[in-house]
C-alpha cells in the first residue's frame, strides 16, 4: 500500500488514488467514496445519501438481512434521495473487480438508472435495486428506469461520470418540485 495522502472523514486516499486522476485511468472505488463524501460533508449536509460502491457492492450481493441492517443504520430510508455508485464486478471474493461505473439513484419511491455505457450495468442496478427497494421506503418499486445520460467515448471515464451525474442530479434534485422529474 502507497503513502497516505489524504484522510477526509471515513474516507483514506493513497498516493496510487491520486495518480489515478493524472488519466487516462478507470477510478477506483476510494477515489469515487472520497468525491461522495465531499458532496455529503460540502454540498449537500441534509439531503441526499452517498452510498459508495464497496457498500453497494455488499448490498447488492449480500444477504437480506445484512441489507435491512445496512440501509436502516445508514438511515437510507430517512432520504430524500439516495446515490449508489454501481460497480459490475461479478466475482465477491475479489475487491475492486469490474470493468464499469454507473449510477444508481432512488428519488421518490423509484429507481433510476445513469450508465454512461449504453446500459452496460443495468443487471447489476436491477440487482442492487431489487434488494435495498422493500427497506428504503413503504410502497417502493424495485423497477429500474434508465434515464438519459450523456455517453463516455472512451473505456475509462466511467468513474468521472458517475462523479459528475451524482452532483448534477443532487444540485438539482434537491430543489425540484413535486410533479419535476427525471424521465424525459
Known amino acids: 500500500m502507497?503513502?497516505?495522502v489524504l484522510s477526509y472523514h471515513d474516507i483514506l486516499?493513497?498516493?496510487e488514488d491520486l495518480e489515478l486522476l493524472r488519466g487516462p485511468q478507470w477510478l477506483n472505488d476510494q477515489v469515487i467514496a472520497f468525491y461522495f463524501e465531499y458532496l455529503l460533508r460540502e454540498?449537500?449536509?441534509d439531503g441526499p445519501?452517498?452510498?459508495s460502491g464497496a457498500t453497494s457492492f455488499f448490498m447488492a450481493n449480500g444477504g437480506a438481512a445484512d441489507v435491512k441492517q445496512t440501509v436502516a443504520s445508514?438511515?437510507?430510508a430517512e432520504r430524500p434521495l439516495v446515490f449508489f455508485a454501481v460497480n459490475n464486478n461479478p466475482f465477491v471474493d475479489v475487491a475492486e473487480g469490474g470493468s464499469h461505473w454507473s449510477l444508481l439513484t432512488f428519488w421518490r419511491g423509484r429507481f433510476f438508472h445513469c450508465d454512461s455505457a449504453a446500459g452496460l450495468n443495468r443487471s447489476v442496478a436491477q440487482q442492487l435495486a431489487a434488494q435495498?427497494?422493500?427497506h428504503l421506503a413503504s410502497g417502493s418499486a424495485s423497477k429500474v428506469v434508465d434515464a438519459k445520460t450523456v455517453q463516455q467515448v472512451n473505456g475509462y471515464d466511467c468513474g468521472v461520470h458517475v462523479m459528475a451525474n451524482a452532483r448534477?442530479?443532487?444540485g438539482a434534485l434537491c430543489t425540484t418540485p413535486p410533479g419535476g422529474g427525471m424521465e424525459g
Open 49 to 51: 445519501a452517498f452510498v
Open 168 to 170: 448534477a442530479l443532487a
Open 2 to 4: 502507497g503513502e497516505k
Open 43 to 45: 454540498k449537500h449536509q
Open 132 to 134: 435495498v427497494g422493500p
Open 74 to 76: 445508514m438511515r437510507l
Open 13 to 15: 486516499l493513497r498516493q
